[in-house]
C-alpha cells in the first residue's frame, strides 16, 4: 500500500506570497492532520481534516489555512508568507480521527526568501 | 497542560551499542496515548511504536523495546545491538482527547551510531 505522499518536495517563495502545498493519503484513510517543523518550535500541530471538515486547530495565524476533498486528499495553504514561515511542513493521515495511528508523508521543505 | 520532555538533545554510539532514548510526559488525563517516532536525514517521520495509558506492559519488537512506566510517566525507548542505520532523530509524542488527539511531540534526540 503506499504512503503518504505530499507536493512539491522543494519549494522556495518570496515575503507576501502565498503558497499550497498537497497531501494525499493512505488510501482507505480518511484523516489527514499538518504539522509545522521549525529548528526553535520543533513539530507543531496546524490543524486536522476528517470528511471534509475541519476537526481541530493548533494555535496558528489564520494566515495558515487548509481543505480536504471528498477523496480525503488535503491542501494547505499560507498567505502573505514571512520569513518565519520556512519550516518543513508535514502531512499525517489515519485511517479515522481520534486515537488512530498517524503516518507520515516526506514533507515539503518551505523556504521564504 | 501536557508536555512531552526528551533530556537528551544528542547521543552518539558505536555500532552494536544498546542505546535507550528517554522521555518523560505530562498530562492530567487517565486515557492517553505515547508514540515513538523516527526521522533519519530524509525528513520523513518513520512510526516507531504505541502505548496506550491502559496498557502498560513492555514488548520487545527485534532490536526495539520500550519501557512504560506510569508511576514515573516516563516511556523510554532502548534499541539494542544498534546499527548505522538507526542514526536518526528520534521523537517521542503524547496524544488524549485534550489535545484533540493531535501529537504533542517532545524536541527530539538527536542518534549518531558510528561504525
Known amino acids: 500500500k503506499a504512503g503518504v505522499t505530499q507536493t512539491p518536495r522543494y519549494l522556495i517563495k518570496t515575503r507576501g506570497q502565498q503558497v499550497t502545498l498537497s497531501c494525499s493519503p493512505i488510501s482507505g484513510h480518511r484523516s489527514v492532520s499538518w504539522y509545522q517543523q521549525t529548528p526553535g518550535q520543533g513539530l507543531q500541530f496546524l490543524f486536522e481534516?476528517?470528511?471534509?471538515?475541519?476537526?481541530n486547530k493548533g494555535n496558528f495565524p489564520g494566515r495558515f489555512s487548509g481543505r480536504q476533498f471528498s477523496n480525503s486528499r488535503s491542501e494547505m495553504n499560507v498567505s502573505t508568507l514571512e520569513l518565519g514561515d520556512s519550516a518543513l511542513y508535514l502531512c499525517?493521515?489515519?485511517?479515522?480521527?481520534?486515537?488512530?495511528?498517524?503516518?507520515f508523508g516526506p514533507g515539503t521543505r518551505l523556504t521564504v526568501l | 497542560a501536557q508536555k512531552v520532555t526528551q533530556a537528551q538533545t544528542e547521543i552518539s554510539v558505536v555500532e552494536k551499542e544498546d542505546v535507550t532514548l528517554d522521555c518523560v510526559y505530562e498530562t492530567r488525563d487517565t486515557t492517553y496515548y505515547l508514540f515513538w517516532y523516527k526521522q533519519p536525514p530524509s525528513g520523513e517521520l518513520v512510526f516507531l511504536i504505541r502505548r496506550n495509558s491502559f496498557d502498560e506492559q513492555n514488548e520487545i519488537s527485534g532490536r526495539y523495546s520500550w519501557n512504560f512506566q506510569k508511576s514515573t510517566s516516563s516511556f523510554n525507548f532502548t534499541i539494542t545491538a544498534s546499527q548505522v542505520v538507526d542514526s536518526a532523530v528520534y521523537f517521542c509524542?503524547?496524544?488524549?482527547?485534550?489535545?484533540?488527539?493531535?501529537?504533542?511531540f517532545g524536541k527530539g534526540t538527536s542518534l549518531l551510531v558510528t561504525p
Open positions: 509524542a503524547l496524544s488524549n482527547s485534550n489535545s484533540g488527539y493531535a501529537l504533542n
Open positions: 481534516y476528517f470528511s471534509e471538515t475541519q476537526r
Open positions: 499525517a493521515s489515519s485511517l479515522a480521527q481520534g486515537t488512530d495511528t498517524q503516518y
